[in-house]
């Protein structure tokens, strides 16, 4: 079952903050994130294991919420980089053996 | 430390052809993921390859199907192709089976069904 993002798109000025939302109805393994700009390949961001686990780049922070089947990434002082769409991708058996499943992605567009 | 490669970058094919994809993992990692991203769809997952064995794989249909080699390089292939195949493919590498371990995207192939 494909996870729920949210919001589908955020314009923002540099220097400001956002929240994209990631949520599941069934219980999760990990969840990963993803950015991915135009023409390019999706980049590593973050992964989250159950259990509080955490892999990812040192200006990206991310929070897991396994009673809610809940992520969130959180983006804060954007710059004009931070353009692009953002994925979460999930896992829900134990080991995550059963490969992941993406939404349908964030547009998130930063503003000079 | 080379990145994830896939050959060719660019394909154009007509329907009812077959097409095979390539990617080259990085080094040392043993698990091989293929997505397909359209506009309409996101990005869906295809098939996972570990140790040369299959270990999951999407809902498509059995047109596609992939293999992967003891030096952990996978292929992809497409049978009969349609034209909503029309599609960039990506695959990803990671050391561990995917859902537990961080994913590196290869550049992709964009691959038009006339």
């Known amino acids: 079952q494909q996870p729920v993002q949210s919001p589908q798109a955020v314009i923002l000025r540099e220097g400001e903050d956002a929240v994209i939302n990631c949520s599941s109805s069934?219980?999760?393994?990990?969840v990963h994130w993803y950015r991915q700009k135009h023409g390019e390949a999706p980049v590593f961001l973050m992964i989250?294991?159950?259990?509080?686990e955490q892999k990812g780049h040192e200006k990206i922070s991310a929070s897991f919420n396994e009673k809610k089947q809940q992520s969130s990434l959180y983006l804060t002082a954007s710059q004009l980089s931070y353009s692009g769409t953002y994925f979460c991708g999930t896992a829900y058996s134990g080991g995550g053996a059963d490969g992941l499943t993406f939404g349908k992605g964030t547009h998130l567009i930063i503003q000079p | 430390k080379a990145g994830v490669t896939q050959t060719p970058r660019y394909l154009i094919k007509t329907r009812g052809q077959q097409v095979t994809l390539s990617c080259s993992p990085i080094s040392g990692h043993r698990s091989v993921s293929w997505y397909q991203q359209t506009p309409g769809q996101g990005l869906q997952f295809l098939f996972e390859y570990f140790s040369e064995t299959q270990r999951n794989k999407g809902n498509f249909p059995g047109r596609f199907s992939g293999r992967q080699f003891s030096n952990s390089r996978s292929e992809m292939n497409v049978s009969t192709l349609e034209l909503g195949d029309s599609a960039l493919y990506l695959c990803?590498?990671?050391?561990?089976?995917?859902?537990?371990?961080?994913?590196?995207f290869g550049p992709g192939t964009r691959l038009t069904v006339l």
């Open positions: 069934k219980a999760l393994y990990s």
């Open positions: 989250l294991l159950k259990g509080g």
């Open positions: 990803a590498s990671s050391l561990a089976l995917a859902g537990g371990d961080t994913q590196y």
